[in-house]
């Protein structure tokens, strides 16, 4: 997986896209403040929809409560992969 | 005398086609699983190389990121293409930076399966089964197929080629003109040709740079 490494801690991609979540946001807008490619986030987003990290509300996503925590608090031994 | 049958099977290939829906599909890239949609809204550069570790593909992906800049400025996103691994794509890209101190920006789909090589008609078995050609496929922001280019292996490909024929395209979405041979950005555009013989007779009137009713040219 492109967000999550093989022993479960989030990519700095993935946790930049994270706090971009922290409340909802269009893509759109993700890719703007993390300045990453559109096509970057639309990817990392289903992986982290799987992963239960962020949520799809009313057309926006945002960091579920799982996935607050992995940048707050650095829960990173929680997500599953596979390896 | 035993006669002798000779028969000769051959694969079909599939080939897209301009002005199609370019061919869906999801990749394992060094950048983690793509699929064609997630860069709806993008144009597109699919291009393919043989292998990986291989000079002349390593000038290539030396040039495509050379033009990468450019290219976003047009927004437009580079996607690579071989036969090889995912271990494979890192280790070389790690070595161009390396070795060349170039940065490969852009994901690179270590197609094993030949799934995607299959879709677009990539291989060419009469220049190798195993490894695909230097193919470029120009993907609007709709995911339509709008411009092939299909070199051998034994060509490097024209960066500024690749840039000119996105100007070239954009040009005429924008504009909804054509452009001529050897087309450069600021140069006069081609007025499509009257449908009609009305339309033909009042072109000469409409202060075109015309040599004639089917070949006029203008500024933008």
Redesign the interface.
Known sequence: ???INPDGTLTASAKAILSALSSPAALEKVAKSTDL????I???I??MLEAGLVEKEEGKYAATKLGREKIEGGKDDQVKTDL | MEEKVITETREAVSMPRLGEPAPAFEAVTTQGTVRLEDFKGSWLILFSHPADFTPVCTTEFMGFAEIHPELKKREAELLGLSVDSVSSHIAWVRNIEEKMGVKIPFPVIADLDKNVATLYGMIHPGESKTETSRCVFVIDPEGILRAMIYYPLTTGRNMQEILRLIDALQTTDKHKVATPANWEPGEAVIVPPPNTQEMAEERLKEGYECKDWYFCKKKL
């Open positions: 997986m492109a967000c490619p559109l096509f970057r639309r990817s990392s289903r992986e």
